[in-house]
């Protein structure tokens, strides 16, 4: 009996936190993520091999330059690795199947996608947007012309 008024004191001095916390969860910014823009497909030069085009750059349409991108197929085990070049394009020619995409850079947010179908024949197209963890160093274009 005498721990009562305690015990509710207590719970008057914990509850509203509770509740302020609970009620600001929502107002969090959410982390950033890089996302597919474009996946598009044609016919393609070679009727027994897949080729497919990425093209990644950031979220201000910057190029990413040296994002290592894998390709891996289960069956038969097989993985294909490049890295992205200046103008933020790689270009894998592979045998069709269905592969499991992943795309990392330092500072970036990894991009992946799993059980991609390319098809023999076929050309596709795929535009990345990879987003940045934090803003990035002005680039040297930008700065050239404020000297």
């Known amino acids: 009996?005498?721990?009562?008024?305690?015990?509710t004191f207590c719970l008057?001095?914990?509850?509203?936190?509770?509740?302020?916390?609970?009620?600001?969860?929502?107002?969090?910014?959410?982390?950033?993520?890089s996302r597919l823009l474009r996946f598009s497909d044609s016919n393609g030069p070679d009727s027994n091999r897949t080729v497919l085009n990425i093209?990644?750059?950031?979220?201000?349409?910057?190029p990413v330059l040296g994002a290592t991108i894998l390709l891996q197929r289960q069956?038969?085990?097989q993985v294909h690795g490049r890295i992205s070049q200046w103008d933020g394009r790689c270009q894998?020619?592979?045998?069709?199947?269905?592969?499991?995409?992943?795309?990392?850079?330092?500072?970036?947010?990894?991009?992946?996608?799993?059980?991609?179908e390319l098809l023999a024949g076929r050309q596709y197209e795929m535009e990345l947007e990879l987003a940045r963890m934090k803003p990035p160093v002005p680039s040297a274009k930008s700065q050239a012309g404020k000297n």
């Open 55 to 62: 093209f990644m750059h950031d979220e201000y349409d910057e």
């Open 92 to 116: 894998f020619k592979i045998s069709p199947g269905v592969y499991d995409l992943r795309v990392q850079l330092t500072g970036m947010v990894s991009y992946e996608q799993q059980s991609i």
């Open 1 to 7: 009996m005498k721990y009562e008024p305690v015990f």
């Open 12 to 33: 008057f001095l914990v509850l509203p936190a509770v509740v302020y916390c609970n009620a600001n969860t929502d107002t969090l910014p959410q982390p950033p993520k």
């Open 75 to 77: 069956k038969p085990a």
